[in-house]
Nanobody, 125 residues
Framework: QVQLVESGGGLVQAGGSLRLSCAVS????????MGWFRQAPGKEREFVAF????????YYADSVKGRFTISRDNAKNMVYLQMNSLKPEDTAVYCC??????????????????WGQGTQVTVSS
């Protein structure tokens, strides 16, 4: 069983930065593609960022492109989301997700098998 635990959320002013972390249990972390998603109150879960198994491919939602950076450390079983120039509309619960079987760029929540509980990010204006 794979477990994902996010951390690093909090309250930040607009224009500020946060770095989210996702710790993944298990010995085969490098075999999983990873994604970050977010969900604001009253809205559907939204894709944020994707990273391939070897970090060779990353992909971002248009709304965060140029501001957010996804990365991973396969030696530490960690994936990160560096968020800069935060806006109030970035306020949401952010979750990391993992999947072992998918190929290509994976941006649909249904394609991921494992999810963390999420960490709250609140950006004040």
């Amino acid at each position: 069983q794979v477990q994902l635990v996010e951390s690093g959320g909090g309250l930040v002013q607009a224009g500020g930065s946060l770095r989210l972390s996702c710790a993944v249990s298990g010995r085969t972390f490098s075999s999983y593609v990873m994604g970050w998603f977010r969900q604001a109150p009253g809205k559907e879960r939204e894709f944020v960022a994707f990273i391939s198994r070897s970090s060779g491919v990353t992909y971002y939602a248009d709304s965060v492109k140029g501001r957010f950076t996804i990365s991973r450390d396969n030696a530490k079983n960690m994936v990160y989301l560096q968020m800069n120039s935060l806006k109030p509309e970035d306020t949401a619960v952010y979750c990391c997700a993992a999947d072992r079987s998918q190929t290509g760029i994976v941006i649909t929540p249904a394609q991921y098998d494992y999810w963390g509980q999420g960490t709250q990010v609140t950006v004040s204006s």
